[in-house]
């Protein structure tokens, strides 16, 4: 029997094998992983096995529980010298990021881990059923489209640094390049792999062949991780942060994770804020919210810096240290990273909100398996101690703050972000678009962002110019973006009512939605 629903992701293709799946029976759980697994090969920088994520997951009873099974820090550490770890430049077009690649950037992978544990857990449907879309994709090509293309585009330095991705996704037509839009991208091995994953089981990656190909691959060539950090991998589930704001309920990515809890500090902060006061897009708007998103970068160094671990307690929302920050916030006087995202909610009301992330990849694949090793021990925003200073088997910090959020009026809505750093505001200014200023779902993801971290505020394009032009009086230190960019996330949303369901995926990352009736 189909089930209906509604999906939004990345990709036309991954949003057709979660239709794919539900239109088989699945329900949203199942639908979400199939969904991730396409993903790693419609959406190759964005996604892949030997990364991390998390699942925020509603099941139809109205149980919530998150499903952490991001990237582990490795049992052992070699010495910086003798580690495979250098800086490569990404190319935005108007702005250039440092990332660092090499198997010395590689972390415990824990994708294959939680996918296993949700299905064991939530599913209807057999893996090898599940697997299949990805699989046909792997083995018949998918065709690259503008954003994948453009993707590639910013990344082609890591990719070009090493033979085996290079072969895997240099164009055949244009030497020296990576695959362009109109192209094929296929992956046999992947194709392989995945089938005797899909059958065999984690086991599989975690103890058999996969984990020891990437151990000698590590051992040679400058890379942590050995056969135990595999072994050692668990997946965690963890009770949501819940955050009641303005009638509605938010439900997202508890600590370790710092995504989160930085989400929830800057509601906080708002909630003293009458936001019907302002006007969506004034200059006087975006000046508190600007202020808002500084506030929250500085609770997030602060507590850092007076915290032994890597990522930021939930003392951070205590109502007294969040009052020591809303007093900085002074109403203007003015005149008038790789990471993708997958929702799913099906008719039986379950509910799926699946982030996931490879970083931008170190460059290398696991022997024989078309599988991407990840860099999460190269990104800077992981490491906020500095490289090399990770301390061995702990679950690293992420942005990553999949939610699902129940409305005054009992919608609900599945949705979060990839952006790095500016997935935080990028989730933060849906929210307030759907709840203080009652934008349909559609209308709150397609609307401009800022996002203002280290001095340097962002603006998108999209802004009325005036309003821009005394919001910048304030703000020396400033970009303005000509149009609509990735660089401020992809909120790939979905949404239901008793007698509807709604889908957007974020323009900025190529998404795409279905509804399954």
């Not at 149980?63 to 490795?74: A, E, S």
């Not at 970068?297 to 809303?326: M, W």
């Not at 935080?424 to 678009?433: D, E, F, G, K």
Request: proline share 5%; with cysteine; hydrophobic share 40%.
């Amino acid at each position: 029997m189909q089930s209906r629903g509604v999906v939004a992701a990345g990709h036309e293709q991954t949003a057709k094998a979660a239709a794919y799946i539900l239109g088989e029976g699945g329900n949203a759980f199942d639908a979400v992983i199939a969904a991730h697994l396409a993903a790693c090969v419609a959406e190759p920088v964005l996604s892949s096995l030997a990364g991390g994520g998390f699942l925020m997951a509603r099941t139809a009873p109205g149980d919530t529980v998150l499903y952490d099974f991001f990237v582990q820090t490795p049992l052992s550490k070699r010495s910086v010298d003798d580690t495979d770890f250098f800086p490569i430049s990404a190319d935005f077009g108007t702005v250039r990021q440092e990332f660092h690649i090499g198997l010395g950037s590689v972390a415990t992978p824990g994708t294959v881990k939680g996918l296993f544990a949700v299905h064991r857990e939530l599913c209807t449907l057999p893996m090898t059923v599940l697997a299949e879309p990805a699989i046909e994709l792997a083995r018949n090509g998918v065709i690259m489209n503008a954003f994948q293309s453009y993707i590639f585009d910013i990344v082609k330095a890591i990719y070009l640094s090493y033979p085996e991705a290079s072969n895997a996704f240099g164009s055949k037509m244009h030497q020296g390049q990576l695959l362009q839009q109109g192209e094929l991208l296929y992956l046999p091995d992947f194709a392989d792999c995945l089938e005797v994953l899909a059958r065999e089981g984690e086991a599989f990656f975690y103890q058999g062949e996969i984990a020891a190909a990437s151990a000698r691959l590590c051992a040679e060539q400058g890379g942590h991780l050995i056969s135990e950090d595999f072994r050692h991998y668990r997946t965690v589930k963890r009770k949501p942060l819940s955050i009641e704001y303005r009638g509605a309920t938010v439900k997202t990515n508890p600590a370790p994770s710092s995504g989160g809890t930085l989400i929830a500090f800057a509601l906080q902060l708002l909630q003293s804020f009458d936001l019907s006061r302002y006007r969506c897009g004034t200059a006087s708007y975006l000046d508190l919210l600007a202020q808002v998103q500084e506030l929250t970068n500085k609770a997030r160094i602060d507590s850092y810096l007076s915290d032994s671990s890597h990522h930021p307690g939930e003392h951070v929302l205590d109502p007294e240290n969040v009052k020591t920050y809303l007093r900085h916030i002074k109403p203007a006087p003015f005149c008038s990273r790789g990471t993708t995202q997958i929702s799913v909610i099906d008719g039986l009301g379950n509910v799926a909100s699946l982030t996931t992330s490879n970083g931008e990849g170190c460059g290398l694949f696991i022997p024989g398996t078309g599988i991407l090793l990840n860099n999460m021990l190269g990104e800077q925003d992981l490491n906020p101690k500095g490289f090399h200073n990770w301390p061995s088997n702990q679950r690293m910090t992420s942005m990553m703050a999949p939610c699902i959020v129940t409305l005054s009026d009992k919608r609900r809505i599945a949705l979060g972000s990839g952006g790095s750093n500016r997935l935080r505001t990028a989730i933060l200014q849906v929210l307030i678009n759907v709840i203080d200023f009652k934008m349909p779902l559609d209308q709150a993801v397609r609307h401009p962002r800022i996002h203002h971290e280290a001095g340097l505020l962002s603006i998108e394009g999209g802004f009325d110019n005036n309003e821009v032009l005394r919001l910048l009086k304030n703000y020396s230190n400033h970009k303005v973006w000509n149009s609509c960019n990735l660089f401020f996330g992809g909120t790939h949303s979905v949404s239901s009512s008793p007698d509807s369901f709604f889908g957007i995926g974020d323009p900025r990352r190529g998404g795409y939605a279905l509804e399954i009736s």
